[in-house]
């Protein structure tokens, strides 16, 4: 059941279709059923003399609407509109598509005006479509914040106010990988704002109300508590969710999670549902993950995150053992950037970061979070464990951008020498081990930027090294931290640490497309 529901994990969908030219929704329950039914069923209870008496902790607040009335007015609907012209239209599911009648009329016009079926139809013929989500106001001279996904695309865009207003509002800026906008709108009065809430504070447990625009329906209401904390679900890069079970659906996206004081303690944004529909699993985005790209788009109009210049992986047992770190904990450097802060400041490979700016990092997922809130050009203390020893190193962090990104994966382009003699081959932990040259480049495809090491040749299934995933094709350049260039030099190392008495050996692998990685294999 855990797998099948965990295939359904995805961000909510604002989109709903115009109604002009539309399927008109089904009336009744969700999946179109006309009725239902509620079982209430006892086991293995025997005699229960308090029934009828609801003991006070399975109670909510008493009384929400007084919390309602002071944010509701702060909460808006948000339409967002896109140009589409036919061709687009057509390739969208059938129940997006109109009418019939709709595409025969489309049809007439596109051959009376351009001469040709087939041909696109005039610009007053292009269609539109609409998301609706929801969004609030956060300062009263017209600043409010929605989801990325809600006006991603959107031509235009209207905010839709709790007493029918309808303001034309302007993108100030947006993010996408932590799916928040900025908009501003111009009204003749101030508006009624809410203000962010502290959520380091909250707790599993706590309540909260969810307002917003469901399935397009107006201002909503829903309650319930905070279900888990620091979610990951594999949306993006800076994953940190609230977990609720206050209903949240399509059109619930970019609108507020309350605390009971009243004050905004995260967005509303995913949900986990095979239905489309709420089942009590909902997600929101913290507010000290909205706040620092919240004003980096007010500022700059984009999100200018910190840059460490680091490639990482998390640490498990046997490489906590093998880099004495005591306990399982940090980020390990598998690599750094050449142009990078953190390689200018002396972090290396083999490095397991600790502490960034003050906090504790516990496991890799963490790092990229809290350096990307970071601000560009502040210099930050850096604790990093090596040889056992802490040391803190400063580095003034960079400005991410695209360009920081790996470039995309390209085969090596290399024809062996006609005269080059055979490889040769040597063994250990049931790999078999040959030189980086011309023909093991060619063989695996491995890339240039991959200077030196020793390549994996073979590996054999029920061996230490297929239990740590080593494939065929990869490359060796470290044993404990020291370089190395040829099968013996591998074979040689892997033996003395075994005569040491070393339970592991720590090598630092890379794949043949230059993705490098640490990991600790048994010696026996």
Known sequence: MGSFMGSFVGMLNPAMPAHSGRRKPKSGLTGGRKGFAVAILVCGLGFLPWIGLEPAFARG?????????????????????????????????????????????QEFMRRHHKGGKGAPLPRQFERHTNSLGSGFVIDPSGIIIT????????????????DGRKLKAKIIGKDSKVDVAVLKVKSDKPLKAVKFGDSDKVRVGDWVIAVGNPFGLGGSVTAGIISARHRNIDSGPYDNYFQTDAAINKGNSGGPLFDLD????????????????????????????????????????VARRGWLGVRIQNVDDSIAESLNLGKVRGALVAGTDE??????????????????NGADIKDAHELPKIVAS??????????????????????????????????????????????????????????????????SRLKFSIKESIASGVVVDDVDQNSPAADKH???????????????????????????LK??????????????????RFVAVALH
């Open 61 to 105: 607040p008493d009384n929400l609407a007084d919390l309602v009335a002071k944010v509701s007015d702060a909460v808006v609907n948000i339409s967002a509109t896109q140009d589409i012209d036919d061709q687009q239209a057509s390739n969208g599911a059938p129940e997006e598509q109109g009418a019939p009648f709709d595409q025969l009329f």
């Open 147 to 162: 989801n990325n996904h809600v006006i991603a695309d959107a031509n235009d865009v209207t905010v839709i106010f709790d």
């Open 262 to 301: 009243g004050d905004v303690i995260g967005i509303n944004t995913a949900i986990l549902s095979p239905s489309g529909g709420s089942i009590g699993i909902g997600f929101a985005t913290p507010a000290a993950t909205v706040i620092p790209i919240i004003k980096q788009l007010e500022k700059y109009g």
């Open 339 to 356: 142009k990078g802060p953190a390689k200018a400041a002396g972090i290396k490979a083999g490095d397991v970061i600790v502490k960034f």
């Open 374 to 439: 970071a601000e560009v050009g502040k210099e930050v203390q850096v604790v990093v464990v090596r040889d056992g020893k802490e040391l803190t190193k400063t580095v003034k962090l960079g400005l991410l951008s695209d360009a920081d990104k790996k470039p995309p994966h390209q085969s090596a382009e290399a024809t062996p020498e006609k005269n080059m003699p055979a490889p040769v081959a040597q063994k250990a932990l049931g790999m078999v081990f040959s030189d980086l040259n011309e023909t």
């Open 470 to 496: 080593i494939q065929p094709g990869e490359v060796i350049e470290e044993v404990n931290q020291e370089p190395v260039k040829t099968p013996s030099e591998v074979v040689s190392k892997l033996q003395a």
């Open 499 to 516: 005569s040491s008495g070393k339970k592991l050996a720590l090598l630092l692998v890379a794949n043949p497309q230059g993705d490098v």
